[in-house]
């Protein structure tokens, strides 16, 4: 299947008091086999509401959202987190991480809660973002960088079809953009599509699409083939 990720015409309305936010006001979008789609825009713009919508933390009050074929919207909250651990990873800007619990013993969590027993697994996410070293660490004893590739190696550990991330450089260094980047690059040739809400132009470069949001809804969405690159 080609197409992994498809939003139709998404809308979510907050209420505080008489006053009433429209986040995000007919949003469509999709993401296919291999690519990687930067989402822009300006803070307050809607690209967190929009994240949680597709992810399923969220249900937005109109349109749908389909995850490798599967609808993931007017479902239980159960139902979705099954969709959910099945199909997606989740990288937040920060706090991947259980703080009480090594890096290992994160991912071994997340296998466990994923049913697996591939105790290899570990070893061979954590060599994929050069953390081997770390593996017995806790997250408050990790650098910046080093918490951020864990926290991917910890969003990938189901071989997820889908990753959203949400701001995954926004708190790092140059070298460790790069580093994550290359990652993202190196899973995209495999045919990992992953969406990312980012205000980074170096993260805009390196993705197929880039979809720029403004007050809820879509500004414009350009291709660029010809020119991503992790400059
Ligand atoms: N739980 C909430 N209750 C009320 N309003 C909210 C809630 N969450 C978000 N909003 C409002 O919805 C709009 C979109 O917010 P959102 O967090 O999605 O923007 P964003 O583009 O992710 O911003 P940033 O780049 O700063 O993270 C904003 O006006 C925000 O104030």
């Known amino acids: 299947m080609k197409r992994v990720l498809e939003a139709c015409q998404l809308y ?28 822009m825009g300006p803070s307050g713009s809607g690209k967190s509401t929009l994240l949680s919508c597709l992810v399923g933390l969220d249900e937005p009050d ?13 479902r239980t909250e159960e139902e979705r987190a099954v969709i959910r651990g099945m199909h997606i990873g989740i990288l ?6 259980f703080s009480h619990l090594t890096v290992a013993d ?34 408050s004893q990790l650098s910046g960088g080093e918490a951020a590739r864990a926290g991917l190696a910890l969003a990938l550990c189901a071989d997820p079809k ?15 953009e790069t580093s994550i980047l290359r990652l993202l690059d190196e899973r995209r ?19 197929d699409r880039v979809i720029t949001i403004h ?11 010809e020119i991503r690159s992790i400059t």
């Not at 937040?92 to 991480?97: D, K, Y």
């Not at 071994?108 to 061979?124: A, G, N, P, V, Y």
């Not at 996410?125 to 997250?139: C, F």
């Open 189 to 207: 040739s495999s045919g990992g599509a992953t969406l990312i809400a980012t205000h980074s132009d170096r993260v805009a470069a390196l993705a």
């Open 106 to 139: 994160n991912i071994r969590l997340k296998l466990r809660q994923l049913r697996s027993k591939d105790e290899s697994k570990i070893r061979s996410l954590l060599s994929w973002v050069h953390m081997e070293e770390r593996i017995d660490a806790y997250p």
């Open 215 to 225: 007050d809820g809804r879509i500004a414009n969405e350009f291709d660029q083939p």
């Open 62 to 74: 109109g349109g749908y959202v389909q995850v490798c074929g599967n609808r993931l919207t007017r």
């Open 12 to 39: 979510r309305f907050y209420h505080a008091g008489d006053e009433e936010t429209l986040a995000l006001r007919g949003v469509s979008l999709y993401v296919d086999v291999g690519e990687i789609v930067a989402v």
């Open 92 to 97: 937040l800007q920060s706090r991947n991480l």
């Open 162 to 176: 889908l990753l959203v991330a949400d701001e995954p450089t926004g708190e790092v260094d140059l070298d460790t």
